[in-house]
């Protein structure tokens, strides 16, 4: 059951625009594991509300203004509403290893 403030963040998740970007869900208290996105999803095919999700490799990192949007080898594309505790270190840390990687030119990239 989501929170009063939680909800409100979810909505104005909801509501904002990413062009040229089909969002396939929304997460909530993500965090990064193994190089997969981990939390509580909304609006997604698939999965109930609030259903906890455990997407495939992340392939893309995208940071619009307030928000990070997660690209993954399945083809989704995640919006990051909240984070869990360690959440954001996770995600920063993957980012960091993703500036390494395209020294190297790998595929994995961050925008």
């Given at each position: 059951?989501?929170?009063r403030h939680q909800k409100i963040r979810l909505l104005d998740a909801l509501l904002e625009r990413y062009p040229d970007e089909v969002v396939t869900g929304y997460?909530?208290?993500?965090?990064?594991v193994s190089a997969c996105l981990v939390g509580?999803?909304?609006?997604t095919w698939g999965y109930a509300?609030?259903?906890r999700l455990m997407s495939g490799a992340i392939t893309q990192i995208i940071q619009y203004e307030r928000r990070w949007l997660i690209k993954t080898t399945e083809g989704d594309c995640f919006v990051i509403v909240s984070f869990a505790p360690g959440g954001r270190r996770s995600l920063l840390h993957l980012t960091a290893?993703?500036?390494t990687a395209?020294?190297?030119h790998s595929r994995w990239c961050l925008h």
């Open positions: 059951m989501l929170t997460v909530m208290n993500a965090r990064i509580a999803v909304y609006q509300q609030g259903e290893l993703f500036e395209a020294l190297a």
